[in-house]
């Protein structure tokens, strides 16, 4: 195995650049907190740590 546990090497995906300053591009889960990014499906989000799922 390689690299640490735990560690996501694609997390800078999930920030976008905007007028010189990191922006999120996706979601934080509301229940786990800073650093639980939610995953975009077609017709939700859903959390991967602790399974919410928001339906729009």
Same mark, same amino acid.
């Given at each position: 195995?390689?690299g640490?546990? @735990?560690y996501?090497?694609? *997390? +800078?995906?999930y +920030? *976008?650049?905007?007028? @010189?300053k990191?922006a999120?591009s996706?979601?934080? $889960?509301s229940? $786990?907190?800073?650093? *639980?990014?939610?995953?975009?499906h077609?017709?939700?989000?859903?959390?991967g740590k602790?399974?919410?799922?928001?339906? +729009?």
């Amino acid at each position: 195995m390689s690299g640490k546990k @735990g560690y996501s090497p694609k *997390v +800078y995906q999930y +920030y *976008v650049v905007k007028e @010189g300053k990191a922006a999120r591009s996706k979601k934080i $889960c509301s229940r $786990c907190g800073r650093g *639980v990014f939610m995953a975009e499906h077609k017709n939700r989000r859903a959390c991967g740590k602790c399974g919410l799922t928001e339906f +729009y």
